[in-house]
Protein backbone atom coordinates (compact mmCIF):
# COMPACT_ATOMS: atom_id res chain seq x y z
CA UNK A 1 0.00 0.00 0.00
CA UNK A 2 0.91 3.45 -1.03
CA UNK A 3 2.21 5.83 2.21
CA UNK A 4 3.10 9.47 2.12
CA UNK A 5 5.11 11.08 4.78
CA UNK A 6 5.77 14.73 4.48
CA UNK A 7 8.18 16.57 6.49
CA UNK A 8 9.84 20.21 6.92
CA UNK A 9 6.74 22.16 8.11
CA UNK A 10 7.84 24.79 11.10
CA UNK A 11 7.32 28.10 12.00
CA UNK A 12 8.99 30.68 9.77
CA UNK A 13 9.09 34.70 9.23
CA UNK A 14 7.47 36.10 6.34
CA UNK A 15 10.43 36.65 3.63
CA UNK A 16 12.25 33.28 5.00
CA UNK A 17 12.33 29.79 3.09
CA UNK A 18 11.02 26.29 4.23
CA UNK A 19 11.90 22.96 2.55
CA UNK A 20 9.20 20.75 2.47
CA UNK A 21 10.25 16.89 1.84
CA UNK A 22 7.95 14.10 0.82
CA UNK A 23 8.82 10.08 1.34
CA UNK A 24 6.94 8.24 -0.74
CA UNK A 25 6.94 3.81 0.43
CA UNK A 26 5.03 0.98 -1.09
CA UNK A 27 5.35 2.29 -5.08
CA UNK A 28 7.58 4.60 -7.28
CA UNK A 29 7.04 8.39 -7.63
CA UNK A 30 7.86 7.63 -11.22
CA UNK A 31 4.70 6.57 -12.13
CA UNK A 32 3.03 9.52 -10.70
CA UNK A 33 3.15 13.33 -11.79
CA UNK A 34 3.74 14.23 -8.19
CA UNK A 35 2.02 17.50 -6.55
CA UNK A 36 1.70 19.44 -3.24
CA UNK A 37 -1.67 20.69 -2.12
CA UNK A 38 -2.30 22.64 0.99
CA UNK A 39 -5.21 23.04 3.36
CA UNK A 40 -5.72 26.99 5.05
CA UNK A 41 -7.03 26.66 8.22
CA UNK A 42 -10.95 26.45 7.89
CA UNK A 43 -10.76 26.08 4.33
CA UNK A 44 -10.51 23.40 1.44
CA UNK A 45 -7.55 21.47 0.33
CA UNK A 46 -6.52 23.01 -2.91
CA UNK A 47 -3.12 22.02 -5.87
CA UNK A 48 -0.34 24.65 -5.43
CA UNK A 49 2.41 23.22 -7.20
CA UNK A 50 2.49 20.13 -9.80
CA UNK A 51 2.80 20.52 -13.47
CA UNK A 52 1.67 24.15 -13.12
CA UNK A 53 1.42 26.38 -9.81
CA UNK A 54 -1.17 28.51 -8.41
CA UNK A 55 -1.19 31.43 -9.34
CA UNK A 56 -0.36 32.74 -5.42
CA UNK A 57 2.83 30.65 -4.92
CA UNK A 58 4.33 30.94 -8.83
CA UNK A 59 7.88 32.39 -8.60
CA UNK A 60 8.26 31.90 -4.99
CA UNK A 61 7.40 27.88 -4.94
CA UNK A 62 9.25 25.17 -6.61
CA UNK A 63 9.05 21.50 -7.17
CA UNK A 64 11.44 19.02 -7.36
CA UNK A 65 11.76 15.05 -7.31
CA UNK A 66 14.40 12.26 -6.13
CA UNK A 67 13.62 9.23 -8.07
CA UNK A 68 16.56 7.19 -6.36
CA UNK A 69 15.70 8.79 -3.43
CA UNK A 70 11.83 8.31 -4.14
CA UNK A 71 11.27 11.83 -2.38
CA UNK A 72 9.20 14.82 -3.55
CA UNK A 73 10.37 18.34 -2.42
CA UNK A 74 8.60 21.45 -2.18
CA UNK A 75 11.30 24.63 -1.79
CA UNK A 76 9.36 28.20 -0.49
CA UNK A 77 10.81 30.60 -0.98
CA UNK A 78 9.55 34.04 0.20
CA UNK A 79 6.80 33.10 2.56
CA UNK A 80 3.89 34.99 3.27
CA UNK A 81 1.49 34.65 5.93
CA UNK A 82 -1.36 33.50 3.56
CA UNK A 83 0.82 30.21 3.02
CA UNK A 84 -0.01 29.19 6.25
CA UNK A 85 -1.67 26.19 5.99
CA UNK A 86 -1.02 22.00 6.42
CA UNK A 87 0.91 20.83 3.30
CA UNK A 88 0.61 17.39 1.51
CA UNK A 89 1.50 15.64 -1.32
CA UNK A 90 0.14 13.32 -3.62
CA UNK A 91 -0.04 12.36 -7.12
CA UNK A 92 -2.36 15.65 -9.27
CA UNK A 93 -5.22 13.12 -9.41
CA UNK A 94 -5.37 13.16 -5.63
CA UNK A 95 -5.75 9.43 -5.94
CA UNK A 96 -3.34 8.39 -3.09
CA UNK A 97 -4.00 7.87 0.52
CA UNK A 98 -3.54 11.19 2.36
CA UNK A 99 -0.53 11.72 4.71
CA UNK A 100 -0.64 13.40 8.14
CA UNK A 101 0.41 16.66 5.90
CA UNK A 102 3.24 18.86 7.93
CA UNK A 103 2.20 22.53 9.29
CA UNK A 104 3.90 25.78 7.88
CA UNK A 105 3.13 28.78 9.97
CA UNK A 106 4.25 32.30 8.73
CA UNK A 107 4.18 34.47 10.85
CA UNK A 108 6.75 36.96 12.89
Known amino acids: QVQLLESGGGLVQPGGSLRLSCVVSGSTISHYLMAWYRQPPGQKRDMVAGTKYADSVKGRFTISRDNVKNTVYLQMNSLKPEDTAVYYC????????WGQGTQVTVSS
Open 90 to 97: NNQGGTLP
